[in-house]
């Protein structure tokens, strides 16, 4: 039997393998066309090289991140690497997470993409869905907000990033080369972004 939180990870892999021709449809439009084979050929690897007995939360998502590194490609393994091992950080160590571990993973998440990518808010990037899911959670846990309400306020709001990506321009990244025709699609890596936060929402 596998611990819930390999079971955790498994869904949020499932999630973007059942999504892989959605997020490469989204890529060809300005990107590489790629995003969706590379992040689902990353957590397929990942499912296979996580133990399905590990509890220590901060050396799962350690090994997810260095198995993203290694084996996806393009910007995203970097990226998405990079924002694991970070995660990391916050729960060393714990077999549990709270509320304010999560929003404590999601802020060094979204440090170590911003120090790899160098992007900030509004270049049409992952970040235009984890800071607002972030400052959604943030604010939730000021208010003393229950947690499933919380994860659903900030899943709805990272969806609104997404959307939002389709309206600005692209300033990073293959997208950029587009200038202008950029607008109207939207960024698959915020996409992808979204799925993992509503694999985590749905799961817990």
């Known amino acids: 039997m596998s611990t819930r939180l390999y079971q955790c990870i498994e869904a949020i892999g499932n999630r973007i393998i059942e999504n892989k021709d959605f997020l490469?449809?989204?890529d060809r439009e300005i990107?590489?066309?790629d995003h969706g084979v590379n992040m689902a050929r990353g957590f397929t690897e990942v499912l296979a090289a996580l133990s399905q007995d590990e509890t220590d939360i901060?050396?799962?998502l350690k090994k997810v991140g260095m198995t993203l590194l290694s084996k996806v490609g393009g910007a995203?393994?970097?990226l998405y690497g990079t924002a694991y091992m970070k995660?990391?950080?916050p729960v060393a160590g714990k077999t549990?997470?709270?509320l304010e571990d999560a929003r404590e993973m999601l802020k060094e998440a979204i440090a170590g993409i911003q120090m790899r990518g160098k992007a900030v808010q509004g270049e049409k990037t992952m970040l235009d869905a984890l800071i607002p899911a972030y400052e959604s959670l943030n604010s939730s846990i000021e208010n003393g907000v229950d947690a499933k309400t919380a994860l659903s306020r900030m899943c709805e709001t990272a969806a609104m990033g997404v959307e939002y990506t389709k309206t600005i321009q692209?300033?990073?990244g293959r997208a950029s080369y587009l200038g202008e025709r950029s607008i109207g699609h939207q960024d698959p890596g915020a996409t992808s972004s979204l799925l993992t936060l509503e694999a985590i929402r749905d799961f817990i």
């Open 24 to 26: 490469t449809d989204l």
């Open 31 to 33: 990107g590489d066309a």
């Open 58 to 60: 901060g050396a799962a």
């Open 76 to 78: 995203s393994g970097p």
């Open 87 to 89: 995660a990391a950080g």
């Open 96 to 98: 549990e997470i709270t």
């Open 170 to 172: 692209a300033t990073k």
